[in-house]
């Protein structure tokens, strides 16, 4: 067995050769008003775990800010296509490290000196959740323990905030300290992707059902069995109505 068999399945993505290349695209855009890519680590890591589907269409104006719009860096739709191509393939691989039975771990950039913050993963994460906030009131508004889930992630995202009386430790923090909100953050978004899972079986088995019932009813014959159930044919049921 090789050194890569021996990772863990949710580590993966952590030596995965194209994250280098979306990293470089993400920092050429950050005048732009893009993410960096521990941000975006977050971000789609709040998506997956989110209750119901956030669409790209919606989602992606938050990672790229006017980027898309820099002919700089995207001078033809060939480099568009090979950026967009990137995104996805990590928007894939953090759904992978969800789904599988490891522990799951943020992807978290070093420093200089090799050390790690979480601050901008975290804040990734809270953008997240706010695309679709009344859904998350589920967890924040409870008052036993899911709400705690959220306490590392609110620690380090509000670490810098500029009114030190919102800031979670009014000293620097330790690092013993941040090790711990690190450790907190995997143990919370395990919990968080966990509970909210009936939620979003749920959605996917309404949107299977729409894309069948849009299909049956485009393709019906007149001689076909109704969709409704009812055992006549289409055409002396509901194709026999009447469209105002």
């Known amino acids: 067995m090789g050194e890569q068999d021996e990772k863990p399945e949710s580590l993966e993505r952590y030596w995965d050769p194209k994250l280098e290349t979306l990293g470089e695209f993400l920092d050429q855009l950050t005048e732009d008003g893009a993410m960096d890519l521990e941000e975006l680590d977050g971000f789609f890591t709040a998506l997956h775990c989110c209750p119901e589907p956030v669409p790209p269409n919606e989602y992606l104006p938050e990672i790229l800010g006017d980027g898309l719009e820099n002919e700089e860096i995207f001078p033809n739709p060939e480099a568009a296509q090979l950026f967009m191509g990137l995104l996805m393939h990590h928007w894939n691989a953090v759904g992978d490290a969800l789904r599988s039975e490891d522990f799951f771990l943020p992807l978290l950039l070093e420093d200089g000196q090799e050390k790690t913050y979480g601050n901008c ?37 509000h670490e810098e905030e500029p009114d030190a009386e919102l800031r979670p430790y009014k000293k620097p923090m330790t690092d013993e300290e941040r090790e711990q909100l690190l450790a907190g953050i995997s143990g919370a978004v395990t919990d968080i992707y966990g509970y909210f899972a009936p939620h979003r079986k749920l959605k996917a088995e309404e949107q299977r059902e729409r894309e069948l019932f849009g299909k049956q009813a485009s393709k019906i014959g007149r001689n076909d069995p109704c969709y409704c159930g009812s055992g006549k044919k289409y055409k002396k049921c509901c194709g026999a109505m009447p469209v105002n």
């Open 121 to 157: 993963w975290a804040i990734g994460f809270l953008r997240g959740a706010d695309m679709r906030k009344e859904l998350w009131s589920e967890i924040l508004e409870d008052e036993e323990d899911k709400a705690g889930w959220f306490v590392p992630i609110f620690a380090l995202a």
